[in-house]
């Protein structure tokens, strides 16, 4: 089992600047995909940014050049550093674990809240 949780969510005013990190337990961090999702008022979830095993990135062209997703294997922990902040950034931000074991797996944070101010 896989516990996640979220930190870092907040309000901040457009043009500003704010770091979600997410702390997992278990020991299958290092070979996890991690990845951020958000779902905004009234829409899907959607996916932000992901980083697999082997640091590999890729991002969803809405945040590209703005967001930095980065993973401390030691630490059991995935950040997302959001830059340029835009009131459409508004959303539950939620982390992902996903694992491949005999089926895949996924695993979900509790999610936190950012909210950017026009």
């Known amino acids: 089992q896989v516990q996640l949780v979220e930190s870092g969510g907040g309000l901040v005013q457009a043009g500003g600047s704010l770091r979600l990190s997410c702390a997992a337990s278990?020991?299958?961090?290092?070979?996890?995909?991690m990845a951020w999702y958000r779902q905004g008022p009234g829409k899907q979830r959607e996916l932000v940014a992901v980083?697999?095993?082997?640091?590999?990135?890729n991002y969803a062209d809405s945040v590209k050049g703005r967001f930095t997703i980065s993973r401390d294997n030691a630490k059991n922990t995935v950040s997302l550093q959001m830059n340029s902040l835009k009131p459409e950034d508004t959303a539950v931000y939620y982390c992902?674990?996903?694992?491949?074991?005999?089926?895949?797996?996924?695993?979900w944070g509790q999610g936190t809240q950012v909210t950017v101010s026009s």
């Open positions: 980083i697999t095993s082997s640091g590999s990135t």
């Open positions: 992902n674990a996903g694992l491949m074991a005999g089926s895949w797996n996924n695993y």
């Open positions: 278990g020991s299958i961090f290092s070979r996890a995909t």
